[in-house]
């Protein structure tokens, strides 16, 4: 069984307004010292154990899980024991 | 300069129904090996230097960037040096 991390950005080219509103909120909140901010999605997948698993996980992210006109991804594959 | 990885996710207890509908659409595409799907969010930060960095990126987190009452939150802090 695999702990499967998924991290999707934003393309550095690519507005974020969201990451915008966030640092004026923090700004706003007298946390000054923020110059940028970048928002993405964080994705936890348990996956059972198959041949294949790193080249699978990719394709989940290029089909699915990222959109990679304007998103970059990247993951880290852990084995997990049960116990 | 820092920059500072903040990742949120769904405490453990809370219902993920948008982590449900993506393992749904995943095993719809014959990617029956994922088991479970959590959805969370991820943010980069760009900070510039200041006094008690972590602790100020810690109140970052519990006032705004995270809901602390349905998730948690870790982040990561890396000095950059401006080339």
């Known amino acids: 069984m695999y702990k499967v991390k998924v991290f999707v950005t ?3 080219s690519v507005l974020d307004p969201q990451g915008g509103a966030v640092k004026r909120a ?6 000054k010292e923020v110059e940028e901010v970048r928002i ?10 198959t041949d294949n698993v790193e080249q699978r996980i990719d394709e ?3 089909k699915l899980l990222a959109n990679t006109v304007i998103e970059d991804y990247r993951f880290e594959i852990e084995e997990v024991v049960p116990s």
Do not use: A
């Open 10 to 12: 934003l393309r550095e």
């Open 26 to 31: 923090l700004h706003t909140m007298e946390y």
């Open 40 to 49: 993405g999605k964080y994705m936890e997948l348990t996956v059972n154990s």
């Open 60 to 62: 989940m992210c290029s």
